[in-house]
């Protein structure tokens, strides 16, 4: 008989997605939001090129 984990598989997927996201330094955080106020590129381009998610509300 196999023993199952005692980590259900959701968590470990939301482990996996939470270490794999980008982390923004406040330096990289300005420079984003002035990329966008500049309006030479889409939100939905500047949110691609810093693999943003893009939230529509």
């Known amino acids: 008989m196999r023993k199952t984990s005692k980590i259900p598989n959701e968590k470990i997927v939301k482990d996996i997605k939470r270490a794999a ?3 923004y330094f406040f330096e990289e955080k300005i420079r984003v939001v ?3 106020l500049r309006g030479e ?3 939905a381009e500047l949110c691609r090129r ?3 998610l893009q939230c529509i509300y």
């Open 21 to 23: 996201r980008k982390q």
């Open 50 to 52: 810093e693999c943003i």
């Open 34 to 36: 002035w990329d966008g």
């Open 41 to 43: 590129d889409r939100i």
